[in-house]
């Protein structure tokens, strides 16, 4: 009998945090409650450890967000939002006319543009990753293997039109390992090779899609983070966290001066 | 058109995010310890959020927003106050993150026993190594689940289990070692 406890309370003791979270499935929670009631040594313990949460939640301030926080989030993200609209509406005089009648002809056809802008974003991201997928597989993860931006900007030179800033970001954590030649749409792009700890960042380069809006996609269990700098279309695709590919985005563009 | 649709976007975001607000302020509080520095935060993170809305799938807005608010106030401390990041002294955390390249670790009995201005548990949870701090945090006061916190944490269910189950432990020593449990 005696060692029957015991038996059970090596059992118990390792699951009794879970119990009290709730984080067990109904039959173990019943053999814990049943074990709690008659055992003199988990019993207490489970008491202890209900008195422990109830004195957090008892003295721990309840914090919340300051009044003024809130409209100066809203505020902020109208700011944020409307920097995306187009520098005629915002025009004077006949501009702005002009505009509004070419807002109505985009409104009247407004939905089809939208979704077909969508798909053509997928279709981008999805060529994306089937290419970050082919340089993990293979063995052409890079053309041209440098962590030295003069090694690796120029060798795009005579192979695309497009000429990638291509800069070391070890100091942050992403060193550069190179570049390659791939293709996107059917078009050779130039592929920019970051690493990040193990896991591998491919940065396509293609030409600025129409709208300038920041986007991060998930898909196929892969991040693909795309943003515009200038003339430049920038799809980074990565297997790591998607939090890290946004701080790659920020390290990048900080970098490149964005 | 594309303004049509970021308008749209913002209104979403507005319905949809901005609810968990305080939420995502109070995590923000406990990481930074500060009013301030918790509302620049939360401020940051709410932009960061809405610029990345599109990677938010239906589901948990809550966790999500979390998640953004713990990663930027991360991104804070380290440029604000790179002291604060000090790792556990033992976790082999498959994630890396931002523990685990640093230095030697602490040993947290010894940080919380060595205070003895610390004797309100709310103190206490405060001068918890941030891992453990968020995962204690996120549990009793946001009320999350393992999975979800796993989720904003970053970490596998496993880790997050035995961050909590050191975080009580060193609470509960530093606290009854203080003969002021019946005090609260």
Known sequence: MEKDVVMQCEAVRPRLEAYLDGEL????????RDHLAGCGDCGPE???????????????PIYRAPENLRSQIRFALRREAGAGAPAALRAAGWLAYAASILLAV?????????????????????????????????????????????????????????????????????????????????????????KRREHVINVFVLPASKDDLDK??????????????????????????????????????????? | MAWIAERRRRARFESVVLPHLDAGYALARWLTRNDADAA????????????????????????????????TCYDWIERNRPADL????????????????LASGIDTDALLQSRSDLRRLDKLIEALPPP???????????????????????????TVMSRLHRARSALRRAWDGKGCGDAM
Request: net charge negative; charged share 25%.
């Open chain 2, 86 to 101: 000090v790792p556990l002294e033992t976790e082999t955390d498959p994630e890396g993150g931002v523990h685990a390249p």
């Open chain 2, 132 to 158: 453990l701090r968020e995962a204690i945090v996120l549990r009793e006061l946001h009320e999350l689940d393992y999975r979800q916190i796993a989720e904003v944490t970053g970490v596998p269910i496993g």
């Open chain 1, 46 to 60: 489970a008491a202890a450890l209900e008195r422990l949460r109830d004195g957090i939640r008892q003295s721990a």
């Open chain 2, 40 to 71: 620049d935060v939360a401020q940051e993170a709410c932009l960061r959020a809405f610029r990345y809305f599109d990677s938010y799938r239906e589901g948990d807005a809550k966790s999500w927003l979390l998640k953004i608010v713990r990663r």
């Open chain 1, 216 to 258: 991060t996609l998930t898909r196929r269990g892969y991040t693909v983070c795309h943003w515009d700098e200038g003339d430049l279309g920038f799809w980074a695709v990565t297997d790591a966290a998607p939090s890290e590919l946004t701080d790659f985005e920020r390290v990048f563009r900080a970098a490149t001066g964005g």
């Open chain 1, 106 to 194: 985009v409104v009247g056809s407004g939905g089809t543009f939208l979704m077909l802008g969508d798909r053509q974003e997928d279709a981008i991201a999805s060529q994306a990753i089937d290419s970050h997928l082919r340089s993990l597989l293979g063995t052409h993860l890079t053309d041209v293997a440098s962590s030295d931006q003069h090694t690796v900007k120029p060798w795009f030179a005579g192979r695309s039109e497009l000429s990638p800033p291509a800069v070391d970001l070890s100091a942050e954590g992403f060193p550069l390992v190179g570049g390659r030649l791939d293709l996107i749409a059917g078009k050779p792009v130039p592929a920019l090779v970051y």
């Open chain 1, 25 to 32: 499935a109904e039959a173990e929670r019943a053999l814990l």
